[in-house]
């Protein structure tokens, strides 16, 4: 089946510093990628689309210069967080829209991050 | 815009209980409709999936749901909880036509006791 991977899966960051989150479709091509956010307890939050060679679309409160959203290949979009603060401490989670089967998308595992 | 609400936040049944998770949806066009599943520190695994087929889908470890159009509803069941059910469920619906970001419900906690 399709595989979605992640990387790091858990991240420990100073406040301060960037931290980057791979996000990879591993036996499928990903025209297509989301970035969703989930706070403890709680549900998923679209954060932004990924699509590969173009810019991202950033959901309404979403900071485009805080969340860096690269898609640079049809199997890797990048999530870098930018200045993190302890408020960022947060899970994030990807998926990739597989680009034959277009109806489908497949979740990544998640990338827990804690910003002390 | 396309919404989905969940009711109940928490769920507790007896291993071996008929399992029923409730999910209402909003949407302006036909809607695509999912379940997932998600244990402690994990990703989402899909249970099922209505894509405008079949009104009742069959998933994953004994999951079914029934999409009812006229109640704006697609509830979860399971006859026969099992203890490693206990997890968090998540109702979504597409958020414009399928393949695209999904809108998420708050998700609902299942216990399963002895």
């Known amino acids: 089946g399709a595989v979605v991977s992640q990387h790091p899966s858990w991240v420990i960051c100073k406040s301060g510093t960037s931290v980057k989150i791979e996000c990879r479709s591993l036996?499928?091509?990903?025209?297509?990628m989301f970035w969703y956010r989930q706070f403890p307890k709680q549900s998923l939050m679209l954060m932004a689309t990924?699509?590969?060679?173009?810019?991202?679309?950033?959901e309404q409160g979403v900071e485009k210069d805080k969340f860096l959203i690269n898609h640079a290949s049809l199997t890797l979009s990048t999530l870098t967080v930018t200045s993190a603060h302890p408020e960022d401490s947060s899970f994030y989670i990807c998926?990739?829209?597989?680009?034959?089967?277009?109806?489908?998308?497949?979740f990544g595992p998640g990338t827990r991050l804690t910003v002390t | 815009a396309q919404s989905v609400t969940q009711l109940g936040s928490h769920v507790s049944v007896s291993e071996g209980a008929l399992v029923l998770l409730r999910c209402n949806y909003s949407?302006?066009?036909?809607?695509?409709l999912f379940w997932y599943v998600q244990y402690p520190n994990q990703g989402l695994q899909l249970l099922l999936k209505?894509?405008?087929?079949?009104?009742l889908v069959k998933g994953i470890n004994g999951f079914e749901a029934e999409f009812k159009k006229s109640e704006t509803s697609f509830h979860l069941t399971k006859p026969s909880a099992h203890m490693s059910d206990a997890a968090e469920y998540f109702c979504?619906?597409?958020?414009?036509?399928?393949?695209?970001?999904?809108?998420f419900g708050k998700g609902t906690t299942l216990s399963v006791s002895s």
């Open positions: 998926s990739a829209r597989d680009q034959v089967l277009a109806n489908e998308q497949y």
């Open positions: 036996d499928f091509q990903a025209t297509t």
């Open positions: 990924s699509n590969e060679g173009s810019k991202a679309t950033y």
């Open positions: 949407s302006s066009v036909p809607p695509y």
């Open positions: 209505y894509t405008s087929a079949a009104t």
């Open positions: 979504a619906v597409s958020r414009n036509q399928a393949g695209t970001a999904l809108i």
